[in-house]
């Protein structure tokens, strides 16, 4: 039986030595160790010995079976390694590749361009308002003192959604919304899209306004120009400014504000006509009759409004000479806003 043992012992060894896999090894365990392994066969052959045969038997037996399941401890160690090893080939990740490039997004110049107005009313103590793009012509024109007979009122030059509702053509009925559930003093500025059937080089049917109210007790034309100076410069830095008479159907008087041409500083250029000024906004004492509309006392409370463009203003800080490249959404020229 010994030799036998001994045998198998020399056989296991030869044959643990050329495997190379993990399922191969267990296979090799149950063929030697397993319940009908070929150890477990040797010792049934136990009770065929001597008393004094028995414990030298037993303990080679032992002695086998402990240095199998060392071999195959270290032959499972052995594989495991190859494995990680061969894994780690595979996987390799070259960290010198170049990767995927995030393209970051910006905001349109437009957006830009309102949120910096915004800025600069709330540090001047103007509340942020709003109203709807879907207006009821009550507000866009009736509330505003525009006439019935006003051209503007044509289906030519206003989106009607139906008699009574239109698609603002202006943000001015937001002072109307506005002075309807507030009560002065107050200064408020609003901006948003309004819209008109027009469509050439200067023209989109969709753009954007921005719209200033400030009403109270003694609100006078001085504080109008005063406050309007100071947010202009706040806009284009130091420059020269004009007001010149105008009219418009809520405000008396009424004026248009200029300022030094951005681009010639006043010599005259093509922006400019020639001039040297560039108009930027709409401006004026904000009609009685319109006061009284809302249930103010013109008596007891005055004010002034103004609307400007916030297209026209967003060109003349960067420079860009067509309104469309706003609505084309060409990278190259959005790219340029980051
Ligand atoms: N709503 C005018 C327009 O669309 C702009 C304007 C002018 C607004 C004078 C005002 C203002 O508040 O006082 O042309």
Redesign the pocket.
């Known amino acids: 039986m010994k030799e036998k043992l001994s045998l198998l012992s020399e056989k296991a060894k030869e044959e643990i030595f050329a495997l190379k896999e993990l399922q191969e090894l267990e296979e090799f365990r149950v063929k030697y160790l397993g319940k009908k392994g070929q150890l477990t066969e040797i010792s049934k052959e136990m009770r065929n010995l001597t008393k004094e045969e028995k414990p030298v038997i037993g303990q080679a037996l032992n002695e086998v079976r402990e240095e199998i399941t060392k071999l195959i401890e270290v032959k499972k160690n052995e594989i495991m390694e190859l494995v990680t090893e061969k894994k780690l080939k595979e996987e390799v990740i070259d960290i010198t590749l170049s990767g995927k490039k995030v393209q970051a997004g910006s905001l349109h110049p437009l957006t830009e361009t309102a949120n910096f107005l915004k800025k600069i009313s709330m540090e001047m103590g103007f509340d942020v308002s709003d109203g709807p793009e879907v207006e009821l012509v009550s507000y866009n024109f009736d509330a505003l003192n525009i006439p019935k007979s006003h051209p503007s009122r044509d289906i030519t030059d206003t989106f009607y959604i139906s008699k009574d509702v239109v698609l603002r053509?202006?943000?001015?009925p937001v002072?109307i919304r506005y002075m309807l559930e507030k009560k002065p003093p107050f200064r408020m500025v609003c901006v948003g899209k309004?819209y008109r059937p027009d469509y050439d080089v200067s023209h989109t049917p969709m753009f954007h306004?921005m719209?200033?109210?400030m009403v109270g007790k003694d609100i006078s034309f001085a504080n109008l120009k005063a406050i309007l100076t100071e947010f202009v410069e706040k806009v284009f830095g130091e420059t020269k400014v004009r007001f010149r008479p105008h009219f418009?159907p809520?405000?008396e008087p009424?004026a248009e504000m200029d300022v030094e041409c951005v681009i010639c500083k006043g010599k005259g250029c093509r922006v400019c006509k020639g001039s040297g000024w560039l108009e930027i906004?709409?401006?004026?004492m904000v009609d009685p009759s319109v006061l009284e509309g809302v249930g103010y006392n013109p008596e007891e409370v005055s004010g002034?409004?103004?609307?400007?463009g916030i297209e026209r203003i967003t060109m003349l800080r960067h420079g860009i000479d067509d309104l469309r490249a706003f609505f084309e959404n060409d990278m190259r020229f959005l790219k340029q806003f980051k």
């Open positions: 053509t202006q943000t001015s002072q309004v306004q719209e200033g109210l418009f809520f405000t009424s906004m709409g401006c004026g002034f409004a103004f609307g400007m």
